[in-house]
């Protein structure tokens, strides 16, 4: 989540509801509105603030609950290989192109069903980091679900050419291009011990130069 950098989108808020009512509907004695989307100012969000502890594990040991949002799903976690830590680094990954691209790495979106699929998810993974390492697949309990026994991916006709990072990256130029994505490669990664730690990210020049440092 991010902190409200100026106070008037509460104003416009409040004078959307009082001129254009959100719709509502009685349930059992309660009266439950339609959400209303908040309006940020673009181009000013305010500092990060780390929020909804609800579901948060220690991460000391090694889990195989299924967790995160669909999108944001590390790929041990679709696996069925045992997380820790590094998946956040995974969703943290994904959270940063997000908000800088402006479009998601990864939707999921299998055309076949029409909705989220754990098949398409590692599909578009496969298209932007190449093949699954084996080492990765040995490890994973769902590695017959989604490959053969030779590696090979269940689902080629959801496979296309490979586009890395680079190719889609479009707004960014020179260097400020070359750190954002060489940290974004130190996140993205296919094995959970290749990347990076958050003190290790904590020190990286982009992320510096973001804060100011």
């Not at 509801?17 to 509105?33: C, F, H, V």
Request: charged share 25%.
């Amino acid at each position: 989540m991010f902190q409200v950098a100026d106070d008037l989108v509460f104003t416009k808020f409040e004078e959307d509801e009082l001129q254009n009512p959100s719709p509502k509907k009685e349930l059992d004695g309660r009266a439950i509105y339609l959400s209303r989307e908040l309006e940020m100012i673009p181009g000013k969000p305010g500092a990060p603030v780390l929020c909804d502890f609800g579901s948060a594990m220690l991460g000391g040991i090694e889990h195989l609950e299924d967790v995160q949002p669909d999108i944001y799903r590390a790929p041990e976690v679709i696996l069925g290989v045992p997380w820790s830590y590094s998946i956040d680094i995974w969703n943290v990954g994904c959270m940063i192109w997000d908000i800088f691209e402006g479009g998601s790495l990864f939707t999921g979106h299998d055309p076949e069903f029409q909705t989220y699929r754990s098949r398409a998810h590692l599909a578009e993974m496969i298209n932007l980091l190449g093949p699954v390492p084996p080492s990765l697949l040995a490890r994973a309990n769902q590695s017959q679900k989604f490959f053969y026994g030779t590696g090979e991916f269940r689902e080629a006709t959801l496979l296309q050419d490979v586009i890395p990072l680079e190719q889609r990256e479009t707004t960014l130029e020179g260097e400020d291009k070359v750190s954002f994505l060489r940290i974004m490669r130190r996140m993205l990664q296919w094995e959970p011990e290749k990347r990076s730690s958050a003190k290790e990210l904590a020190e990286d020049e982009w992320i510096r130069k973001q804060i100011g440092l």
